[in-house]
């Protein structure tokens, strides 16, 4: 059934449903509010142009009243609890509140002031009190159950899966408690939502506060141009005198990659890797915080540590078949691991390096060693790496798999100058979503890159997807020239937005991403093996000024050169797994030194030497204000799908339609099966470790 654009009554929205629908009184709406009122773009996207921050509170206000509305009118529907009019209704309620909480919070990650980091202190713990008010109702349980126990006879797979989903979320999130233990859930659960908020504050603000000028010419003398170029537009936008350092990654990762100034270098790394773990900016207590209370909620609902909690309802399903996996890949690949450590080790100490290699120096040394033993740098790619190209190549590629056609959007307000909006359409021409791309970093926007959505699928309603990144920006004499890894970056997030955009369903929380955490990884990952192959690279990438096709040998050294260290940084991220897993498997609330715990929760995975002083934990906001608590595996584990299914692709073609069309087809289904039945529908068989090992070139 097609979801209204226009608000309207949950009465009316539900009324071809059946005559046992819900009938609510809605509160009266302020259409004043551009948040409130109807979108009237031709695909209903959101009014950025006239959305004030004044504007929020009061639209959430209102929509908060709205939902509460529309479960009372559920609740108290005289009607026997039927699919429809309790499940159904369920899924259809909060529309108005989702429509406003995708903005605001999108916003707050994008494009955040402190006004707006104030706010989502005010309404963070009104929205919590709500989702606990609906999840913790017996009588609204009660209904859910009623329907659970006697679905019916004519549901289709699609509806089961939403009403298994519907239940499992009710008694997950607390509605088979006692009264006094759904207090306790009650009470942890707000303290939580507040905490979580804090840390992505805090670690967004200490990464802003720092910086590092440098006036003396002699230091930057050996930088690529275009590090020196980004240093001095950094420097002016400050306000400072010569060149300047941040701790946000494009600017970061290209001073220590080829400056030699080691002492500036480590001041960067320490301060990088310490900004929250004391000070205005603290975490370490906050950290200690969420994983008590993330242990009392789970201990509540009958779990021993959170992670039991999270994994039941993951692929992985227990916290042992997790750790095995972590201690399978730790096995395979860690001496190999050592092996990278000592090769770039003993090539600094033979151009003169005094001692071991330290962690600020291995950017710089491992990428000397790559030059000399590939001839191959970030400063001889990037030319053939100009960003508005590679994201044509990016839209081709969609094209070759899938088809899809994209056009600049006319007339579709934007957040920020630097967003490009684009329509995406079926090669028929049928409307398929509407995409928005922002690129560049700045103070406003967090660290990283991700995809996110300001609407979902469901049924007739096509989504607006997000991608957001924080590439290398244009100076003023270069356009923006990306590295490698920043391509597959941009592939990476580009196979979420697939996820999202070629979703097909009548559910909205069936659809696109809606899939166990440690699945939704797979589009991603697979979509960056095109990055090396030849075939498609020939195609579009050209050097920027001559127009000149990337020359075949350096092809051949991007292929090469694919596998570099790829055990190092394999082990790097089984480590950030592994303390994932310690935080989430504590069984007593944990006191002592936050940089303590990490450092031995990951020795066993530690190559390089440890820096005292400096910890991962108090600004890994994927655990601790994101969504991979207990599940940062999910990565790896999604890596060994991805090298299992891409296997398809080479045996029968990169672009080939058959294959690609299967691959849709998983997609197109997201969470309305269960995710190992969709791959091995895809691929014909369950995946193996050793599919990536072997891709990696480790096997023994």
């Not at 909480?101 to 989502?120: G, K, P, R, W, Y």
């Not at 607390?174 to 707000?190: C, H, P, T, V």
């Not at 030059?371 to 508005?388: G, M, R």
Request: proline share 4%.
């Amino acid at each position: 059934m097609k979801k209204l654009l226009l608000i309207m009554s949950f009465a009316t929205l539900l009324a071809s449903c059946g005559d046992d629908m819900p009938k609510a009184q809605l509160p009266e709406i302020d259409t004043n509010n551009p948040l409130l009122a109807a979108w009237d773009t031709p695909h209903a996207t959101p009014p950025f142009d006239k959305i004030k921050n004044s504007d929020y509170e009061p639209a959430f206000e209102t929509a908060i009243a709205v939902s509460r509305a529309e479960i009372d009118a559920i609740i108290n529907n005289p009607a026997k609890p039927s699919f429809n009019n309790t499940i159904l209704a369920l899924e259809k309620q909060g529309e108005l509140l989702d429509r406003i909480s995708s903005v605001f919070f999108n916003m707050l990650q994008c494009n955040t002031s402190d006004e707006l980091q104030d706010i989502a202190m005010r309404i963070q713990p009104k929205l919590t009190e709500l989702g606990n008010d609906v999840s913790l109702n017996p009588e609204l349980f009660k209904r859910v159950k009623a329907v659970n126990e006697n679905p019916g006879l004519f549901l289709s797979a699609e509806d089961k899966k939403l009403l298994e989903n519907t239940y499992k979320s009710f008694v997950r999130s607390g509605a088979n408690l006692a009264d006094a233990d759904k207090e306790l859930y009650r009470k942890y659960s707000a303290e939580l939502s507040q905490l979580t908020l804090q840390f992505g504050q805090n670690s967004l603000a200490a990464n802003n506060a720092y910086c590092l000028n440098i006036t003396n010419a002699a230091k930057i003398a050996e930088l690529p141009d275009f590090v020196k170029e980004s240093m001095a537009m950094e420097a002016k936008a400050r306000g400072q005198k010569g060149w300047t350092v941040t701790l946000k990654a494009p600017s970061y990762v290209p001073f220590v990659t080829y400056s030699s100034q080691r002492d500036l270098k480590e001041k960067l790394y320490k301060a990088r890797n310490s900004c929250s773990i004391s000070g205005k900016f603290d975490n370490t207590e906050n950290i200690r915080k969420i994983t008590d209370l993330r242990l009392k909620m789970a201990k509540l609902l009958g779990y021993e540590c959170y992670a039991d909690y999270v994994l039941d309802n993951r692929m992985a399903e227990k916290t042992e078949i997790v750790n095995s996996f972590l201690a399978e890949l730790l096995a395979q690949t860690k001496e190999y691991a050592d092996k990278d450590y000592q090769t770039i080790n003993k090539y600094a100490q033979s151009l003169g390096f005094k001692g071991d290699i330290q962690a600020w120096d291995w950017a710089y040394y491992s990428e000397k060693y790559k030059n000399e033993k590939y001839a191959i740098s970030d400063e001889a790619v990037k030319p053939y790496l100009e960003l508005e190209n590679v994201k044509k190549a990016v839209f081709m590629l969609a094209n070759k798999l899938y088809g899809l056609e994209f056009k600049p959007a006319e007339g579709v307000a934007k957040y920020h100058e630097d967003v490009a909006v684009y329509e995406v359409s079926e090669s028929n021409g049928d409307h398929l979503a509407i995409l928005y791309l922002d690129f560049f970093p700045r103070d406003s926007k967090r660290a990283g890159a991700w995809m996110t959505e300001f609407r979902g699928a469901e049924g007739d309603i096509r989504p607006l997807v997000s991608l957001v990144m924080n590439f290398t920006k244009p100076t003023e004499t270069t356009p923006s020239l990306i590295t490698f890894d920043e391509f597959t970056t941009f592939l990476h997030e580009f196979g979420h937005a697939c996820h999202g955009m070629l979703a097909k369903g009548k559910h909205g929380s069936l659809n696109g991403t809606n899939v166990f955490r440690d699945f939704v990884e797979l589009p991603s990952q697979i979509l960056e093996n095109w990055a090396y192959e030849k075939e498609y690279l020939d195609l579009w990438a050209k050097h920027y000024q001559t127009g000149e096709t990337m020359p075949a040998e350096l092809i051949e050294k991007i292929i090469a050169a694919k596998n570099y260290l790829a055990a190092y940084a394999n082990v790097r991220q089984v480590s950030f797994g592994m303390t994932d897993m310690a935080w989430h498997t504590l069984k007593a609330p944990y006191e002592g030194d936050i940089i303590e715990f990490e450092q031995k929760a990951m020795a066993a995975a530690q190559i390089l030497p440890v820096v005292e002083g400096t910890a991962l934990s108090p600004t890994f906001g994927h655990l601790f204000s994101g969504g991979y608590a207990a599940g940062y595996y999910g990565y790896k584990w999604a890596e060994v799908l991805a090298a299992d299914g891409y296997s398809l692709f080479t045996e029968k073609g990169i672009f080939d339609r058959a294959t690609a069309s299967k691959f849709r087809k998983l997609l197109e289904s997201g969470g309305k099966k269960h995710p190992m039945d969709l791959y091995v529908e895809f691929r014909g068989h369950k995946p193996q470790t050793k599919a990536l090992i072997d891709q990696m070139g480790l096997s023994k």
